[in-house]
């Protein structure tokens, strides 16, 4: 059973950064996985930020992450990092870390089969 546990949130200002881990368990390898980060501010549906192919390592973004968020992950430590610079109000939410089984990104949360219980991501203006 895939688990996934995301730290790195917090209370930062407008313009500020943070770094989100999330640590993978339960496989040898996530050679044919797409991880990805998501996020829901109160009130609002749950929305595509990121996602890396695990073993390409290709890339993809929302428009509102392009640009100052990058994704990456370190397979020596079963961790992919969401970098979030220039961070907005706007950026508030519970961010949650999410695997799917299939080589490619998607931006559909249902198409994600693993989710971690997120982390806060609170920026002050």
């Known amino acids: 059973q895939v688990q996934l546990v995301e730290s790195g949130g917090g209370l930062v200002q407008a313009g500020g950064s943070l770094r989100l881990s999330c640590a993978a368990s339960?496989?040898?390898?996530?050679?044919?996985?797409?991880m990805a980060w998501f996020r829901q501010a109160p009130g609002k549906e749950r929305e595509f930020v990121a996602a890396?192919?695990?073993?390409?390592?290709?890339?993809y973004y929302a428009a509102s992450a392009k640009g100052r968020f990058t994704i990456s992950r370190d397979k020596a430590k079963n961790t992919v990092y969401l970098q979030m610079n220039s961070l907005k109000p706007a950026d508030t939410a519970f961010y949650y870390c999410?695997?799917?089984?299939?080589?490619?990104?998607?931006?559909?949360?249902?198409?994600?089969?693993?989710w971690g219980q997120g982390t806060q991501v609170t920026v002050s203006s």
């Open positions: 339960g496989r040898s390898t996530f050679g044919s996985y797409t």
């Open positions: 999410a695997a799917r089984t299939y080589y490619g990104g998607s931006y559909y949360s249902s198409e994600y089969a693993y």
């Open positions: 890396i192919t695990w073993s390409g390592g290709s890339t």
